[in-house]
Nanobody, 114 residues
Framework: QVQLVESGGGLVQPGGSLRLSCTASRSISSAVVTGWYRQAPGQQRELVAIIGTSTNYADSVKGRFTISRDNAKNTVYLQMNSLKPEDTAVYVC??????????WGQGTQVTVSS
């Protein structure tokens, strides 16, 4: 099994930046797809960003967020710039291998408010 731990969330003012990290307990070098989801109270869970052979982003974050991987550190990052109040949510990372179940972290809270 693989355990994922997110960090980097917190309270930030509109227009600010945060970098989220997701560190795996084991190697993710063979993971085919990794990504970030988010869910706000009363809202549906949505895919924010994924990275596999290429990257893809939700339209609402395109141009503001950047997803990256550092396989040597077993870590997936989400750099979030120009944050807006509507970005407020719990952010959860996921790691997917070619076989077996997907793995999920516990989530980290991001709150954007003045």
């Amino acid at each position: 099994q693989v355990q994922l731990v997110e960090s980097g969330g917190g309270l930030v003012q509109p227009g600010g930046s945060l970098r989220l990290s997701c560190t795996a307990s084991r190697s993710i070098s063979s993971a085919v797809v990794t990504g970030w989801y988010r869910q706000a109270p009363g809202q549906q869970r949505e895919l924010v960003a994924i990275i596999g052979t290429s990257t893809n982003y939700a339209d609402s974050v395109k141009g503001r967020f950047t997803i990256s991987r550092d396989n040597a550190k077993n870590t997936v990052y989400l750099q979030m710039n120009s944050l807006k109040p509507e970005d407020t949510a719990v952010y959860v990372c996921t790691v997917n291998f070619l076989s077996g179940p997907p793995y999920w972290g516990q989530g980290t809270q991001v709150t954007v408010s003045s």
